[in-house]
């Protein structure tokens, strides 16, 4: 079968990839759409560290082809979006309803897959630029079959980090004011996040001016291409403040325009080594900075309803959808989300 491999010097197309058969408590799944996020793209540049050879993706939906002995929750056929998150259900943070803390699922990849005799990794426990992937059954939710899967791909990384983050993490409330840092995938999240929050203010901000337009569709009420006019519309200060690049830089300008009692949400990755200041004393107004996994998402209970406020014209996925690649074509899709000419492009087997 097709995937993508990086084998730590160069990604390729490979068509003689194998994958094992689910094994009790996992699920096989054909992959029709998978979104490439920047997390994929940070494996290849060496800003996430991960053991090769390894099959990429980790934002993916498709339909259930097996399912392995004890999962009932899903059977062949189904649709289901697919999350990264593989967590055990037992531990203690598992049991607090904290899945994204879970040590079961944090630095242990697995090896279901095989080329030439060899065994290939899976990267976040997901491995979606492949035909077919094996996961845990926690792994797969399933989704109404109306909802078209390129778009329901997007649920599993970008909606869960990027909505996860505003309304899990931070907990917008009403009238409150947001600011956004980087309008990529995560977000544009964000920003359809703090709309449905019911933020009255969100300032979205990108050097880039022709992301505008999409900005706006998502719930932005204004935008920039620097963070220097952010005062003139938030005298005081943001309320909540989401770092969406992963630049030091910009996670001090997000700190600084904090209003009292504000909080700066780090969501962009900068490499692993990479230290950002900040000035202590202004910490001492009750703001807070929070880093945060995964859009602090339960997974089995966000994607389904997310799904439902898609269906419900409240959540947009269509629209994040910027252009759709051929697996074969895994570079061009590759060179225009590193350019960011697309919000998100996805391949399609």
């Given at each position: 079968?097709?995937?993508?491999?990086?084998?730590?010097?160069?990604?390729?197309?490979?068509?003689?990839?194998?994958?094992?058969?689910?094994?009790?408590?996992?699920?096989?799944?054909?992959?029709?759409?998978?979104?490439?996020?920047?997390?994929?793209?940070?494996?290849?540049?060496?800003?996430?560290?991960?053991?090769?050879?390894?099959?990429?993706?980790?934002?993916?939906?498709g339909v259930v082809e097996a399912v392995g002995a004890g999962v009932t929750h899903v059977a062949p056929g189904d649709h289901v979006a697919l999350s990264t998150l593989a967590n055990c259900g037992a531990c203690a943070e598992c049991d607090r309803g904290r899945p994204t803390m879970c040590r079961q699922a944090i630095g242990r990849p697995g090896q279901p897959f095989?080329?030439?005799?060899?065994?290939?990794?899976?990267?976040?426990?997901?491995?979606a630029f492949a035909e077919r992937t094996v996961v845990k059954a926690v792994q797969a939710i399933r989704i109404p079959k109306d909802i078209p899967l390129p778009s329901a791909a997007l649920i599993g990384c970008g909606v869960l980090t990027g909505v996860g983050a505003v309304l899990n993490r931070a907990r917008v409330d009403r009238g409150d004011s947001v600011l956004v840092i980087g309008t990529g995938g995560i977000g544009l999240n964000v920003i359809q996040g703090a709309r449905i929050a019911g933020?009255?203010?969100?300032?979205?901000?990108?050097?880039?001016?022709?992301?505008?337009?999409?900005?706006?569709?998502?719930?932005a009420t204004h935008f920039l291409t620097s963070t220097e006019g952010v005062e003139e519309i938030l005298p005081t200060g943001a309320d909540h403040a989401f770092e969406c690049v992963?630049?030091?830089?910009?996670?001090?300008?997000?700190?600084?325009?904090?209003?009292?009692?504000?909080?700066?949400?780090?969501?962009?990755?900068?490499?692993?080594?990479?230290?950002?200041?900040?000035?202590?004393?202004?910490?001492?107004?009750?703001?807070?900075?929070?880093?945060?996994r995964y859009g602090s998402s339960r997974p089995q209970?966000?994607?389904?309803v997310y799904a439902e406020l898609y269906r419900a014209g409240r959540l947009l996925l269509d629209e994040l959808v910027t252009e759709t690649y051929p697996v074969e074509?895994?570079?061009?899709?590759?060179?225009?989300?590193?350019a960011g000419r697309v919000a998100r492009g996805v391949l399609t087997f």
């Open positions: 079968m097709r995937g993508v491999v990086f084998d730590g010097k160069r990604v390729e197309v490979v068509d003689d990839l194998e994958v094992r058969d689910p094994g009790p408590g996992e699920v096989q799944v054909a992959i029709s759409a998978a979104g490439l996020c920047h997390s994929d793209l940070s494996v290849v540049d060496g800003t996430i560290p991960f053991p090769v050879p390894v099959v990429l993706g980790h934002e993916g939906a095989v080329q030439g005799g060899r065994p290939v990794f899976q990267f976040a426990s997901n491995s933020a009255l203010r969100i300032v979205a901000v990108d050097a880039n001016p022709a992301k505008e337009a999409v900005a706006r569709q998502f719930g992963g630049r030091v830089e910009l996670i001090r300008q997000a700190i600084d325009l904090l209003d009292r009692h504000g909080q700066a949400v780090l969501l962009g990755v900068p490499p692993a080594t990479a230290q950002a200041s900040f000035l202590v004393s202004s910490m001492y107004l009750d703001k807070s900075i929070l880093g945060c209970r966000d994607i389904a074509d895994f570079e061009k899709a590759r060179a225009d989300a590193e």
